[in-house]
């Protein structure tokens, strides 16, 4: 469990730079309705570690990534 906190804490680029481009900005938007923001500035907090996802937050990013098949997805 320790291991999957720190992941959280750099971010999910790994998972957005696997994501087709055609379905890119859907997911987008999903993960912003799932983390509850509305703007890029703070979307980009969270994709780039600057801002820790709470876990019910993090485990609707990783279903939302698992619905393109892409399981890896915290990261740089």
């Known amino acids: 469990?320790?291991?999957?906190?720190?992941?959280?804490?750099?971010g999910f680029t790994k998972g957005l730079i696997q994501v087709r481009?055609?379905?890119?900005?859907?997911?987008?938007e999903k993960i912003?309705?799932?983390?509850g923001v509305i703007n890029?500035?703070?979307f980009?907090?969270?994709?780039?570690?600057?801002?820790e996802p709470k876990a019910?937050?993090?485990a609707a990013i990783e279903k939302i990534f698992a619905e393109y098949g892409i399981t890896e997805i915290w990261g740089q």
């Open 40 to 42: 890029r500035v703070s």
């Open 44 to 51: 980009y907090s969270y994709q780039h570690g600057k801002v």
């Open 1 to 10: 469990m320790e291991q999957a906190i720190e992941d959280y804490r750099k």
């Open 56 to 58: 019910s937050q993090a």
């Open 21 to 28: 481009i055609k379905d890119k900005a859907e997911v987008v």
């Open 32 to 35: 912003r309705k799932a983390i």
